[in-house]
C-alpha cells in the first residue's frame, strides 16, 4: 500500500527542547518537501529536497534543519531556535514537477 | 512577491446549490496551478491541476478553469453535497521554482443538508 506517512500525529515540546517529525514515503519520488501551516493560513515552505543528499531553504527555514540520507525519508528537526513553532506540519513527495502527494501531517505544541 | 488570494474566505450554502470558489494569482507566468481539499485536522488531498497550457479540467462535479491573462481560476462545484464540507486551497507553481508551491489561505466551504 503505496503512500506518505508522518509520525507522530501529535507531538509536545517543552522550550528548550528539539524535536524532530518523521517523514517517510514508499512511492519513490524523489523530491519531498515539509510546509507548516498556522490557523487560517496557507501552507508556507519550510525545505525541500529533489534528490538523496541534497535539500534547498524555503520560505521559512530558520530555526529548522533537515537531512536526505534516503530517497524514502525525509525527517525534520525543530530546533530551540524556533521561536514560535506550534503549528500544524504537513510533509509532501513529488515524482514530477506536476503533482504534490501530501502525508496526514503532525501537530506540534510547545508547552 | 509572487502572492495567491482566495475568496471567500468561508462560504455555507444549502445541498444541492452549484457553486464557485476564487483564487488569484499576481504573476501571470505559471508553470501549474493546483486545487486541494483540506478537512480539519488532515492533510491535503489534489482535486485538479491545470497545466500553464490548458485552460480547464474537469473530474465528476468539480471543474477548474485557468485564465493567465487575467490572473484568476475558479474552481466549480456542481449539485454540492454535505460531503463536500472542507477548506480548499488554490496553490500555485512559477517556472524556475522547482515545484515549490506558493498556496492561498483557503476557503472553507460549509454545505448545509
Known amino acids: 500500500d503505496g503512500g506518505i506517512t508522518q509520525s507522530p500525529k501529535y507531538l509536545f515540546r517543552k522550550e528548550g527542547q528539539n524535536v524532530t517529525l518523521s517523514c517517510e514515503q514508499n512511492l519513490n519520488h524523489d523530491a519531498m518537501y515539509w510546509y507548516r501551516q498556522d490557523p487560517g493560513q496557507g501552507l508556507r515552505l519550510i525545505y525541500y529536497?529533489?534528490?538523496?543528499?541534497?535539500?534547498q531553504k524555503g520560505d521559512i527555514a530558520e530555526g529548522y534543519s533537515v537531512s536526505r540520507e534516503k530517497k524514502e525519508s525525509f525527517p525534520l528537526t525543530v530546533t530551540s531556535a524556533q521561536k514560535n513553532p506550534t503549528a500544524f506540519y504537513l510533509c509532501?513527495?513529488?515524482?514530477?514537477?506536476?503533482?504534490?502527494?501530501f502525508g496526514p501531517g503532525t501537530r506540534l505544541t510547545v508547552l | 512577491k509572487q502572492e495567491v488570494t482566495q475568496i471567500p474566505a468561508a462560504l455555507s450554502v444549502p445541498e444541492g446549490e452549484n457553486l464557485v470558489l476564487n483564487c488569484s494569482f499576481t504573476?501571470?507566468?505559471?508553470?501549474?496551478l493546483q486545487w486541494f481539499r483540506q478537512d480539519p485536522g488532515k492533510g491535503l488531498t489534489s482535486l485538479l491541476l491545470i497545466q500553464s497550457s490548458q485552460r480547464e479540467q474537469t473530474s465528476g462535479r468539480l471543474n477548474a478553469s485557468l485564465d493567465k491573462s487575467s490572473g484568476r481560476s475558479t474552481l466549480y462545484i456542481a449539485a454540492s453535497q454535505p460531503g463536500d464540507s472542507a477548506t480548499y486551497l488554490c496553490?500555485?507553481?512559477?517556472?524556475?521554482?522547482?515545484?515549490?508551491?506558493?498556496f492561498g489561505k483557503g476557503t472553507k466551504l460549509s454545505v448545509k443538508p
Open positions: 496553490a500555485v507553481e512559477y517556472g524556475g521554482s522547482q515545484g515549490n508551491l506558493i
Open positions: 509532501a513527495s513529488s515524482p514530477d514537477r506536476r503533482s504534490q502527494y
Open positions: 504573476d501571470s507566468a505559471i508553470y501549474n
Open positions: 529536497s529533489q534528490i538523496v543528499n541534497d535539500f
